[in-house]
Nanobody, 127 residues
Framework: VQLVESGGGLVQAGESLRLSCAASGFTFSSYAMSWYRQAPGKERELVASITRAGGSTNYADSVKGRFTISRDNAKATVYLQMNSLKPEDTAVYYC?????????????????????WGQGTQVTVSS
């Protein structure tokens, strides 16, 4: 199983970045996907999440209206488009996959919880 993030880098405030997370080794479409971030000295926090089919998304208040999460199940990839970046967005961004299996079948909650993390990609926003 692999989750490989890419697209991080150093940008100035107000600029944009698009993160990608390529998944392999598991049935991507059976997993809800999320992006988390962790800034130095702070706890890891949820940035955005998307359901298995991509029909529903959820965002942290701090990124609403600026970030957009999307997924391409055919390419087994999840994206995070980040616009109007701010210095406080500086963090390591992690890709996260969460699946639930009930009696061997994919379910929305409960049952066996299976989760995977990527290795992270650094995003630095200068003022």
């Amino acid at each position: 199983v692999q989750l490989v993030e890419s697209g991080g880098g150093l940008v100035q405030a107000g600029e944009s970045l698009r993160l990608s997370c390529a998944a392999s080794g598991f049935t991507f479409s059976s997993y809800a996907m999320s992006w988390y971030r962790q800034a130095p000295g702070k706890e890891r926090e949820l940035v955005a999440s998307i359901t298995r089919a991509g029909g529903s998304t959820n965002y942290a208040d701090s990124v609403k209206g600026r970030f957009t999460i999307s997924r391409d199940n055919a390419k087994a990839t999840v994206y995070l488009q980040m616009n109007s970046l701010k210095p406080e967005d500086t963090a390591v961004y992690y890709c996260y996959a969460l699946g639930h299996y009930c009696s061997g079948y994919v379910c929305d909650d409960g049952g066996l919880r299976v989760e995977f993390w990527g290795q992270g990609t650094q995003v630095t926003v200068s003022s």
